[in-house]
């Protein structure tokens, strides 16, 4: 079991910048792909955001593209999300994912709030 926990999230205006941390526990950090995902209040599903994978290799959405950057820090069992230029549209809950093998996990998330 791999428990995660956001932090991070808040109200900024748009054009700001925030960064969100997911602390992972687990000793395997390493192994996993790790995720972040939102949810709108509009929306029923949660939407791709960025992934890093176990390698280091990296994706994003197109609409997070050139704006967003995912990291990993493996000595802390933490990823982050750097969210730059945000815009209201950004508003949503983030969700930090954990994959390894067929196993999955998610935390509780945090609230990001884009005023305009």
């Known amino acids: 079991q791999v428990q995660l926990v956001e932090s991070g999230g808040g109200l900024v205006q748009a054009g700001g910048s925030l960064r969100l941390s997911c602390a992972a526990s687990?000793?395997?950090?390493?192994?996993?792909?790790m995720y972040w995902h939102r949810q709108t209040p509009r929306k029923q599903r949660r939407e791709f955001v960025a992934r890093i994978s176990s390698s280091g290799s990296r994706l994003y959405d197109n609409s997070v593209k050139g704006r967003f950057t995912i990291s990993r820090d493996n000595d802390k069992n933490t990823v982050y999300l750097q969210m730059n230029s945000l815009k209201p549209d950004d508003t949503a809950v983030y969700y930090c994912?954990?994959?390894?093998?067929?196993?999955?996990?998610w935390g509780q998330g945090t609230q990001v709030t884009v005023s305009s």
């Open positions: 687990t000793s395997n950090f390493s192994v996993y792909d």
């Open positions: 994912g954990a994959q390894h093998m067929f196993r999955s996990y």
